[in-house]
């Protein structure tokens, strides 16, 4: 049975990729008890009912989470199933608005400002975020683009074993929190001083031809593809679901996104993995 547990941060989005997730077939359940999950499991395994995709949201409502999580995963995977951990992650000031805009008090706050009690879920589930396959910051995605996200993340996990994201990002708008590789692209030339190619983005040919036309460019892109293509393939031997890749420019529309375009046709061919590209900062002007 494959079995997707989704946590995260109070006001990240996990309501919305249990939404999307029922909607893609799978037998959601949300707060559940943490210590009952391994006999909904067997419930399901031995249902009338063919259930072979569930999802579990679980979050700071349940207390025994901490203490049992990590027990009662090793438990379920014993017994044969593919777990996988997706943690959804957003910045203090993304999920502080987040609460304003709906009205609703954190449910660590008791008394006390948003901005604390945020601080308090971050600090207690730090050991969970580490636990995580997948780290999803939604600080600049709106409901539909979660959503968007969350079918593409599952859809592409089930055609192949490991799943990289291409994440390409502007420094001048933060480092992105779900990175496990971060490449900082700077160093190259940059297409925004050139006046003809400012309004295009990296997708374009010409900002293509323009860096390649750069030996020092070129070198630094085969050497970068070169360790991808080495370093992809031990995380598929460990058993890695996911595996982001950040590339970073200054404003997140030319090089980088012109890279991690290059990095995904270099992917193509790899076994056991798929590579697909997120633009983060494209629209940005």
Not at 97 to 113: C, M, N, V
Not at 142 to 149: A, G, K, M
Not at 227 to 236: E, G, K, L, Q, T
């Amino acid at each position: 049975m494959h079995v997707v547990i989704v946590t995260g941060l109070s006001g990240s989005g996990k309501s919305t990729a249990i939404r999307v997730l029922e909607d893609l077939g799978f037998y959601c359940i949300d707060n559940l008890p943490v210590v009952l999950t391994p006999r909904f499991i067997d419930l399901c395994e031995n249902s009338e009912e063919e259930i072979t995709r569930v999802a579990l949201g679980i979050d700071l409502r349940e207390r025994a989470f901490f203490a049992d999580y990590p027990a009662v995963i090793d438990e379920i995977r014993r017994a044969g199933h593919h777990v996988e951990i997706l943690y959804l992650d957003a910045g203090d000031d993304v999920l502080m608005r987040r609460f304003s805009e709906t009205r609703r008090p954190h449910p660590l706050a008791q008394g006390r400002s948003a901005s604390e009690g945020i601080r308090d879920e971050r600090s207690r589930l730090n050991v969970i975020r580490g636990m995580a396959d997948e780290i999803v910051d939604t600080s600049d995605m709106t409901v539909h683009e979660l959503r968007q996200f969350f079918m593409g993340l599952t859809r592409g996990r089930s055609r192949s074993g490991l799943v990289i994201t291409l994440l390409s990002f502007g420094y001048k708008y933060g480092v992105p929190v779900d990175a496990d590789l971060m490449f900082d692209v700077r160093c190259l030339p940059n297409p925004h001083f050139v006046p003809t190619l400012r309004a295009r983005t990296g997708r374009d040919r010409a900002v293509a031809r323009f860096m390649e036309k750069d030996a020092p460019t070129r070198e630094f892109m085969d050497r970068l593809e070169e360790y991808v293509r080495f370093v992809v393939p031990h995380y598929v031997a460990e058993g890695k679901s996911y595996l982001t890749i950040a590339i970073g420019c200054t404003g997140g529309r030319h090089r980088s996104v012109m890279i991690a375009e290059r990095l995904r046709r270099a992917l193509a061919d790899l076994a056991g993995a798929r590579a697909r590209v997120r633009h983060r900062d494209i629209a940005h002007v």
